[in-house]
């Protein structure tokens, strides 16, 4: 289950990547804005991820 999270992780990366160029390049500080909250994103979905995972084995570990 977790390669298709770190591949749709990768590509918010590479987006966010393309907007911050994209951004640079028109002097625009929209675009810059949400580049930095599209990568922010990914990096919550990965934080979320994991911190279920381990709670979730916490709690099946328990019971």
Known sequence: MLI??????????AW???????AFA?????MMLAGTLV???AAAMLVVYFLMGH???YL????
């Open 16 to 22: 966010s990547l393309h907007l911050m160029e994209r």
């Open 39 to 41: 990568a922010l994103a």
């Open 60 to 63: 099946l570990e328990a019971s």
């Open 26 to 30: 028109n002097k625009e500080f929209s």
């Open 4 to 13: 298709p999270i770190l591949v749709f992780d990768v590509a918010l990366v």
């Open 55 to 57: 709670c979730m084995s």
